[in-house]
């Protein structure tokens, strides 16, 4: 996740200007607009894996549209300022918490519109009202501050508690290379890997250990569970063996409850149980 300020370009002002000709004695009003203030445009960039740069870069501010001139010149429009993001982030704003754009395609997405230039003083000319010396200011842009949530976009996703051999499953069927050891929590960040298969390939997500309460928050409950919420498929793994003196159907059930609570869709979401550890003694006997 990463907190930005995002502000578009406000427009430009319109301008107060009057016709100036040799032996023209009261030349008519002839001031432009202003031109529009530039738009924050959000757009994919697959090159692009996490918000790591928006750590460091908080406040993106678009151009303001360019001041109207003499001789009815309308001012310049601004250029929109392009954010490029990593596919799969959600613009949520802070304030009302309503999500302003789920980037999961290469459709730009604007987030921030510029605002419009204002009218300059040739607009208010009428037949009673010659010489108008007055003209309208700018529209500002929307500001808004924002919320990034990346959520991983993958086909299938591993599930299931702490040190159950996640990563191992990973690391053997893709070419993903995850820390491993025999420790919770050694896995802190999801980790993607390409399975290769000789008609086509598929994405597969290794999400970190899940607790009890983890629908609640509990742990990094959430941060975890919003990357599994695009998956087609979940891969449940069990420690068979009970190594961590934990019942594994008591597992599975503790985990398929956490994640109903999280999300209905996930609740619902097709499994694929993987027994692991079964070289440990006493797995046959649980497995049984």
Do not use: W
Request: some cysteine.
């Amino acid at each position: 996740q990463a907190k930005i300020y995002i502000k578009a370009g406000d427009g430009g002002d319109g301008a107060v200007s009057f016709h100036r000709e040799k032996y023209v004695a009261a030349g008519g009003p002839d001031g432009g607009d202003g031109g529009k203030g530039g738009d924050i445009v959000f757009v994919v960039d697959d090159n692009i894996s996490n918000l790591i740069d928006f750590r460091y870069k908080r406040k993106y501010v678009a151009e303001k549209g360019q001041n109207g001139g003499a001789k009815n010149c309308s001012g310049r429009n601004a250029p929109d300022l392009v954010v490029k993001v990593p596919r799969g982030t959600v613009v949520r704003e802070i304030k009302s918490g309503r999500i302003l754009a789920d980037l999961s395609t290469d459709e730009p997405a604007v987030i921030a519109h510029g605002g419009k230039g204002g009218r300059g003083n040739a607009h208010f000319a009428t037949s009673t009202r010659q010489i108008p010396k007055f003209a309208k200011p700018g529209f500002r842009g929307d500001e808004y501050e924002v919320m990034l949530e990346l959520k991983l976009i993958a086909d299938v996703g591993l599930v299931g508690f702490p040190n159950v051999g996640k990563s191992t499953l990973i690391s053997v069927v893709s070419a993903a290379k995850p820390k491993i050891a025999n420790y919770h929590f050694t896995t802190l960040t999801p980790n993607l890997g390409v399975v290769k298969r000789y008609d086509k390939s598929f994405v597969l997500a290794d999400i970190p250990g899940l607790i009890e309460g983890a629908a609640e928050g509990a742990g990094l409950g959430h941060d975890f569970l919003r990357h599994i919420e695009r998956t087609r498929v979940l891969v449940h793994v069990i420690d068979v063996s009970g190594s961590e003196g934990r019942d594994p159907v008591d597992d599975y059930f503790k985990i398929k409850g956490e994640l109903t609570r999280y999300s209905a869709r996930l609740g619902e979401l097709k499994q694929v149980v993987a027994a692991n550890k079964m070289d440990i003694t006493g797995a046959e006997d649980n497995l049984a």
